[in-house]
Each structure stands twice: as structure tokens, then as C-alpha cells.
């Protein structure tokens, strides 16, 4: 028997899908195999009472499940830590897929589900994730950055961005995720508005060339010898995959596999692992693509290292449909966490 402790809920806009990702784990989480705790985190990093949570999760008469409680998560991780053989985070967004709670696992030295901490941050930050792909020779969109000093000083700045990117624009706040902040920009003064509005979520914003696009997405799992499941399409509800597509209307379509030719199935599948490799990405990520419904080209457009985690989500769907199914899957990932926590022990950090 291992002991797991699932961490749900969270500080982001995902906080919803979060709590629906989790109680799919915690069903298909094998009970011979697995004794499990869950820790909710609620909006503001307060933690879930234990009523409230099973309520939130939909799990009221299951029974087997423990609630810790604490005035903390990382007292509670610590006063766990001799009972616990790896943490599963089952979190979205900043604070939860950002390196930031991988940080608070390494110093408590608990094993996790999950990439680390530099490829977890990197996953988030899609400027600095941006370069170090362009950097390996990897298919990225044109893209500008903002930082908010420029922003005040320097009034060239859109006649700058308009010389190097044609409307429409994609504007983004550098870290966040969920589609939160994100506009497409028909003209300077789009453009305006709308890196100010992504000004209000970072401190960095990244503006990118908009292309007319198809949304392909394939899920990576593995440490050092990562593979790759078959890719998924998504269909948006709306022009494009923006928060309520995702969140609100949730009548967006997944078409898996998806219609692509033998050629390019193979190379998103040969993209989705040299991401993978490029950001020392470990456990599992789901690399989204965009691919130009014009020139058939494909850009990656980001990593997601805790993907939506739901039964009807594209992450185990993919696998699903690629001859893994969910309860294994949730098995791997849990001996990947075990495997690096392991590995990175025997590492040495004297001279
Ligand atoms: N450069 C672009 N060209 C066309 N569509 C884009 C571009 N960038 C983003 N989008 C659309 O916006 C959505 C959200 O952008 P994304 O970078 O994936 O942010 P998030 O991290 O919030 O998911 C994408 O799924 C896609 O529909
Ligand atoms: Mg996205």
C-alpha cells in the first residue's frame, strides 16, 4: 500500500476544474494499491474544511478517504511527511502548476506527481518558455515582449510591435494560463487596450503573430524516456479557445485522434517530445500546438504540466485512446514521481 495525498482546489481561475479533475483521480485511484488523503485548497490558500471539500467533490458517501486538517499546507504536508509516499497535485495555474508548490515538495522532501520546479515554472511562463524553444531551433510564432516599465516610457513601443507582427495579434499576460487575460487584437487600438488589460494579471505580457488555426494537442508521459500518446483536436465553441469557451459554455468538441495525415500525426508527435526535452519537462505535460489552417504548418504554442484531469479531458482521453487507460495511467505517473524522488536522492550536492 502507498500513501497518496491529493491536493485539489487552488488560488487559480481553475480552481472549478481543479476540483472536477480531482474527484475523477480519486475515483479511479485503486484502492488495493493506494491509501489517499485529500487537502483542499480554497480561492484565497486557506484549506477546505472537510465537510465542505467531500461536499465540493461530490465524494459525501465515500468513506475511505481522509481529510487532514491543519492551519497550514505546508504544516500539514510536514506533519505528513513521515506517512506519505508521494503528493499528487492535481492543481491548475499559478500556485499549483508553476513551480511554486513543487518548491514547497522539494523542501519538505516529499516525492510528487508532476514536472519539477524550473520545467513547472517554465511551463507557466510562456515568454521564457518561448525562447528557450526558439533558442533549440523549435517552431514558435513571432512574438514580442512587454515588460510594464516599457509600457509607461516608451510611446514607440506599438509602432515597434506593428513592424514585426501583422493584426491580428494574440496579447498575453506572461504567466497565467486559462485563457485569463488573453485578446486578440484587430488593430492599434485593440492593441492598446488590450496589453493594458494584460498588464492588470502580470508584469510581463507577451504580444504573438494570430494565425487562423486549428488546435491540435498530445500528451507526454514519462521521465527520462518520455513517450508520446496520438493527438487530439480541439474545436472552440467561440473564435478561439478563450476562458468561456473553455469554462463556460463547455460545448467545445474533442476530435481524437484528429484528422490529420500520417505525416503530420508523426510530426506533432516528434514536437510534443523535443518540447518536452527542451524544458526538462518530467511525469507528464500536454503539448498544445496551433496549426495554420492556411500553410498546414504547426507552432507549438504551450506545455501544460498539470492538464485537465477529468474523464471527458484531452489528457487521459488521449491515452485512453492510445491503449492506456486512466486507472493505469494514474499509476504510472505515480511510480514516475517515486522514480525521479528516488533518483534526485543519490545525487550529490558536496564537493
Ligand atoms: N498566436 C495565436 N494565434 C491564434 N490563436 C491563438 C494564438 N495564441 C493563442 N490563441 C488562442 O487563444 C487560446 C489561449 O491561448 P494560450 O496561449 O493557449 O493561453 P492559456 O495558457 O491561457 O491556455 C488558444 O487556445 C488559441 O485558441
Ligand atoms: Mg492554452
Known sequence: MKNVVVLCGGRSAEHEISLLSAASVLNQLDRTKYRIAVIGIERDGSLYVPELLRQRLGLEDVEDLTFPEGDHLAC?????????????????????????????????DVAYVGA??????LGMDKIQSKRLLLAAGLPVLPFATVNRSQWGSQPELLSEIESRLDYPMFVKPSNL???????????????QEHVSVAFHYDDFVIVEQGIDAREI?????????????????????????????KYVDQSSRLLIPAPLTDTEMERIRDLALRTYEVLQLEGMARVDFLMDRHTSEFWINEPNTIPGFTQIS?????????????????????????????RRRHLSSRR
Open 177 to 191: 494560463g486559462s485563457s485569463v487575460g488573453i485578446n486578440k487584437s484587430k488593430n492599434r487600438e485593440d492593441l
Open 314 to 342: 484531452m489528457y487521459p482521453k488521449l491515452w485512453e485512446a492510445s491503449g492506456l487507460a486512466y486507472p493505469d495511467l494514474l499509476d504510472e505517473l505515480i511510480s514516475l514521481g517515486l522514480g525521479r524522488h528516488q
Open 217 to 245: 494537442e498530445a500528451s507526454v508521459l514519462g521521465n527520462e524516456t518520455p513517450r508520446v500518446s496520438i493527438a487530439g483536436e480541439i474545436i472552440p465553441s467561440r473564435e478561439f479557445y478563450s476562458y468561456e469557451a
Open 76 to 108: 500539514i504536508l510536514a506533519r505528513l511527511k513521515p506517512v506519505t509516499d508521494i503528493v499528487f497535485p492535481v492543481l491548475h495555474g499559478p500556485y499549483g502548476e508553476d513551480g511554486t508548490i513543487q518548491g514547497l515538495f522539494e523542501i519538505i
Open 116 to 121: 519539477g520546479v524550473c520545467a513547472s515554472a
